[in-house]
């Protein structure tokens, strides 16, 4: 009887599916049973990403060959024939567009001569002492919960002609903060800050969030050649955040996340010709503001790794921080800055855009952002490809003199040799400076509201 080969007999054997999948959002990740019906993981989804209404939670992957590396929404009808193929599923918000406000029954149209109408034009509502809405009080008034960015939640009652800024402004003023990059977000949706309360049929009681839309400030990138190269330069953004500026201007495209892509002539001086305008440029700029609404910030949330960075969760701790009073930190910074490998234009430039927002407090924590952990939410690619590239992202918050206390070990770090600063965010000085390299040098910051 013919021996029948153990070897061969184990790799006949099917492969084992995992019992567990893990479900991703943002920076957070969970460990979840894996199922096969499509409704039971929407309500895991749910669960767990409480922040994302059900009817706006997707689903996608990348892990398929079909895929084509890009993230692919996976529908209902096509969850249980591709589940076993996968590790891991990236939870995502669809995008929801505003909520119409509710109009007069008699909204819609105006007359024209002849009877005519035209569509989309509302009149003047008539003043019968009704408007409309569905109304749980009769005196014109209606009390909201405010849920602001600490999490916090600040009853108020306003009326319902009210603006919806009127809201922010109180959110805004409850919070310490200036109104001008919060949202307000009721049912999953924005709410325009134009509109009143009441058109959008809030009833008493009911919960509007309250996130602010933070700012990735002035990120430039330079390129030197040490001679005349035609460069691309491909910049990709995850969808935490999405570009508010562009300069010089190219149009954004639309993948897993934007991403914007230059084609420029360096020369030796270290100015740039952009192909497409025909600028002569300095430098590349770019900023982008936080997609708070699909990924919001939990205001429990611990602080974060080192390692790791979100633009929308981003967080300084006492442990990986540097807190210096407003008086010392420009001299602060600009040591920091040149051991980073920023020449003296860059220090400059960096330093007076940021010092308006930095002079608004009396301490400031401070921290460098590791280039790896930076590169996975705005991708650098360039063709042909740099010797060296230098990218370097601050994190900073205002500090108020009591609060002090709790930041004694990021005071003492104030104190170090600023050098370290080039361990934390992988900076190889001597190349960074070689001119016979082709390098590429980039900074940025945000404050952290």
């Known amino acids: 009887m013919p021996k029948v080969s153990k070897k061969k007999t184990e790799t006949n054997l099917p492969k084992q599916i995992p019992k567990l999948l893990v479900l991703k959002h943002g920076q957070k990740r969970v460990m979840v049973n894996r199922l ?42 096509t969850w249980d024939k591709v589940i076993d193929l996968l590790t891991s599923v990236e ?83 409850k919070s310490g903060s200036c109104p001008t990059n919060y949202m307000a977000v009721w049912l999953g949706s924005r709410l325009h800050h134009e509109n009143s309360i009441g058109s959008y049929g809030i009833e008493d009681g009911e919960f509007i969030n309250f996130w602010i839309q933070q700012v990735g400030g002035k990120p430039v990138i330079y390129l030197y050649s040490p001679s005349d190269i035609d460069v691309s330069v491909k910049l990709s953004l995850s969808p935490e955040w999405s570009f508010s500026a562009i300069y010089p201007f190219v149009t954004p495209k639309q993948e897993y996340g934007q991403h914007v892509e230059w084609n420029v002539r360096t020369h030796q001086d270290g100015n740039l010709t952009e192909k497409n305008s025909g600028l002569d440029i300095s430098y590349l700029f770019w900023e982008a503001k936080t997609n708070s609404d699909a990924f919001p910030r939990s205001p429990a949330s611990e602080p974060q790794s080192v390692g790791v960075f979100s633009p929308t969760s981003s967080t300084l701790g006492d442990a990986d921080s540097i807190v210096v009073s407003v008086d010392e930190v420009t001299i602060y910074l600009d040591k920091s800055l040149k051991a980073l490998g920023l020449h003296t234009e860059a220090r400059t430039s960096f330093i007076t ?12 924590a401070l921290r460098f952002v590791p280039q790896p952990a930076y590169e996975r939410t705005a991708s650098l690619s360039i063709s042909p490809q740099p010797d060296v590239v230098t990218r370097v992202f601050m994190l900073f918050r205002g500090i108020c003199k009591e609060h002090l206390t709790d930041w004694s070990n990021a005071q003492m770090q104030a104190e ?14 001597s190349r960074a400076s070689d001119m016979a390299l082709f390098r590429v040098l980039e900074w940025g910051g945000m404050e952290v509201l």
């Open 36 to 77: 096969k019906s499509y409704a039971l993981m929407l309500d895991n989804a749910c669960k767990h990403f409480p922040t994302i209404p059900r009817d706006a939670v997707t689903f996608q992957t990348n892990q398929l060959d079909i895929c084509e590396g890009h993230y692919v929404d996976i529908t209902a009808e």
């Open 91 to 173: 939870v995502t918000r669809a995008e929801i567009p505003l909520p119409v406000p509710l109009l007069p029954s008699n909204a819609g149209a105006i007359s024209l001569p002849g009877n005519q109408s035209a569509a989309g034009s509302a009149p003047q509502p008539e003043d019968n002492g009704h408007d409309g809405l569905s109304r749980s009080s009769t005196d014109g008034k209606v009390m909201v919960q405010l849920v602001l960015p600490s999490g916090d939640i600040v009853s108020v009652t306003v009326k319902r002609a009210a603006r919806v800024q009127k809201l922010v402004d109180i959110a805004a003023r």
């Open 353 to 364: 855009y940021w010092l308006p927002s930095i002079l608004k407090h009396e301490y400031i």
């Open 416 to 429: 170090k040799d600023v050098g370290w600063w080039a361990d934390v965010v992988g900076v190889d000085l």
